[in-house]
């Protein structure tokens, strides 16, 4: 059974107020809160670390930070949600209005109770503001919803955690306890500390309820330590002296390189050397520091909850004595509504505050955090997906994702004899690496700012060490040239997941793998990739025109350009075109060394990079964090994502795709992996023969190269006439797989229909452009604010969303009106 981590969490009831929201937000940082579940919410923003229910009435909230959990397995229906966290633990979060009729609190319990069904026997703990009052949780009395609430948790063998008698909900009408919290025996066992807090103002009626719960059952013991430093190196490079790193690098240069060593030896003698300059140079990067406030938060606001506290205080006091005073109770409630609004009031002025001068940075930097929030894309600080996802879910997603690869034979491919391989005849002549090509490969790091591989050394330092490293490197790299090896620290990759949207997260088809790579290794990819691009495009034979993915000068327009070429071809001459679009799975993962090696000997590459590929698809390993370890998994197939020379050999060993003699009327158009087979015919039927044929051909192909095709994703579109619709409930079947003619289809970004109108992209696209019209509109008050330049980069922004693709539908007809 997987480990389920401690948790400390906070129960709420916010009352719909924006102010206690924020101060929900500032206790939850203040107390270093893991999870928080909060009963009427003021809003819930579209985030991982919010989730809601159907109705927003009651939300699961996660600090944005590395040592937060994940949200994961999300459930949810109207006055609930559920979502495992830390490891197993299903956590819900309740709310049910006041106003709900009787039967539809029973038809709340009993939808709930089908969500524990579902989860045991694992962990549960439900919590939320029933409005249910019992005796059972400490009640002065109990109602019809506590006397079924009571029975329900009987049925469903749930313990209540409440303890003593202390009212969660506060009114000057009086007081009650109707936040209620419950768990499994299991998990029952692992919570202490379940406490209604008293000596803090929530802004709410409702008090905060904490409590803890440990990692293991019987074991009251408090969360570990933090999470230990990673075990690979990373710097701080904003805090880089280029003087020290300068001399460092030149000291480096005392002890020459022994080039007597092996490849691999130089190779980590390389990466050692550049760690001490990194050292010298900037500090390294330890955990970040929790937050204990949040941006707004300051010590006058810190004094004035205090004071309000007190004002409480005071207030509740005078209620409590037995000789009643109305005039003194009225004033008191007066000083304490006064200290209540004040406070509020400096929480929206210390916020307006804070977002002015966060819009007043982007003059400096218009791409800056105030954008990325707008914009959705701010990264936050929340462990890596293989850090908080389980480590079973993890292992399969990874074995998934990078399968075992069998030995497969490729199709034999002729070369093309008119050509001499420049490597098969006499002494074959290897070239060495140029100081040019090095400061080229060197050049291109000095946009990118991507995050380092194995070695953490990050791209800037390698841009200005690279003048005194440059003969060393240059010699290590010829000689890998030389002797056909690619140094084996330089095939190992760290991995990262990212989540694909709308897909369910124990899938691994919800997952796309992205590799990071040694700068320095990308560097050298990026040589050899020039070779060969250099060798297909002077010497041949190059890749099939048809290929319009990961090359220059060519652009996913340019492949809906030639799509629409040659239906318009086909139009004008009263034919129509059924287009249909192939998915592959996996593709770039999955794809067999064997193939690109015969791919390279049909494109007479010569035979030192060819060696030189052969031993960089070899050995090649990923690397992941994983709760507990580093873990390290052998990759057999495929090219890795996120490397430079990755693209270049997926596009080598697919051209046989498109390079094979087609059915007279069938055309096939590539980008990347994402395939399109067209067929034209007279008539529609004529048409879905030609398709049907042409397609299998294909697919066949495809599976010849040891890729396999999802038919059930594939999606087809007629390109017709006027006058030639095509018939209700068209369909094509390929492969024992019914594939259906739809009137609309997604590619390559644009929404194709039947007529090049376009219609639906651009009902899809005017929400979209207005809602980041209106996100980056709240950065540009219309008094003050940036300045002219960062606005017009902004409306640069919405311009380019809108006439993506404009080379293809500039020219669509106008639509007949209504």
Known sequence: MATEMALQILQANLNHCARAQDLLLQSMAEWSTQL?????????????????????????????????PSLDGVQKGRGYVGATVGGGTMVIGVYCAPSKTLAEFEGLLDCIGTLIGRNLPHSVLVMGDFNAKSSAWGGSTTNARGAVLEEW??????CILNRGSRPTCVRPQGSSIVDVSFACPATARRVYGWEVVEGVETLSDHRYIRLSLSETPSVPAH????????????????????????????????????????????????????????????????????????????????????????ARRQYQRQRRRRQKDAIAEASLHNIYKAAKHHLSRAICEAKDKAREEMIETLNLDPWGRPYLMVRGKLRTQASPLTQSLQPQLVREVVTSLFPSGVAHTPPYRIPNTRNENPGSAGEEVIPPVTPGEFG??????????????????????????ADVFEERVVGLMSDCLAQGRFPLLWKNGTLVLLKKEGRPVDSPAAYRPIILLDEVAKVFERIIANRLIGHMTTIGPDLDAKQFGFRAGRSTVHAIMRVKEIAEEAITQGDVVLAVSLDIANAF??????????????????????????????????????????T?????????????????LWNVGYDWVLRGANIKGVEVTCYADDTLVTARGRTHRECAILATAGVAQVVGRIRALGLEVALHKSEALY??????????????????????????MKYLGLTLDGRWTFEGHFRQLGPKLLRTAAALGSLLPNV???????????????????????????????????
Not at 46 to 62: F, M, P, Q
Not at 153 to 158: D, F, H, S
């Open 36 to 68: 928080a579940v909060v009963s009427e919410p003021y809003f819930v923003p579209n985030r991982d670390d919010w989730v809601g229910d159907e109705d927003n009435l009651v939300a699961l909230i996660v600090p944005r930070s590395s040592r937060s």
């Open 153 to 158: 948790a009987v049925t469903m063998g749930l």
């Open 223 to 310: 969360p570990g330590p933090e999470s230990l430093h990673r075990d690979t190196p990373r710097w701080v490079v904003k805090r880089l002296n280029t003087d020290l790193l300068s001399e460092a690098a030149q000291v480096e240069t005392w002890s020459p390189a022994d080039s007597t060593l092996d490849i691999d030896e130089r190779a980590a003698a390389l990466r050692a050397s550049m760690t001490r300059v990194c050292d010298a140079s900037m500090p390294r990067q330890g955990p970040p520091p929790r937050k204990r406030q949040v941006y707004w938060w300051s010590a006058d606001i810190a004094a004035m909850r205090t004071a309000c506290v007190a």
């Open 440 to 465: 080229a490969g060197i050049h291109r790091l000095r946009a990118k700012r991507t995050a380092p591989g194995p070695d953490g050394i990050p791209g800037r330092a390698w841009v200005l060490a």
């Open 589 to 630: 993962n999955t794809l067999p060394w064997s193939c690109i090696t015969e791919a390279l000997r049909y494109h007479q590459v010569p035979n030192y990079l060819q060696r030189i590929v052969t031993d960089y698809l070899s050995s090649r390993s990923v690397s992941y964090r994983s709760r507990d370890e580093w």
């Open 632 to 648: 390290r998994h052998e990759v057999t197939c495929g090219v890795p994502q996120g490397s430079v020379l990755g693209p270049l």
């Open 719 to 744: 390109f017709h006439g006027p006058r030639s619709r095509p018939p209700p409930g068209a369909h094509i079947i390929v492969g024992g797989v019914s594939i259906p003619v739809n009137s609309h």
């Open 784 to 818: 003050g604010g940036p300045k002219a330049a960062c606005r017009r980069r902004f409306t640069g922004v919405v311009k380019s969303m809108a006439l993506y693709g404009a080379p293809v539908w500039s020219g669509a007809p106008e639509l007949p009106d209504d």
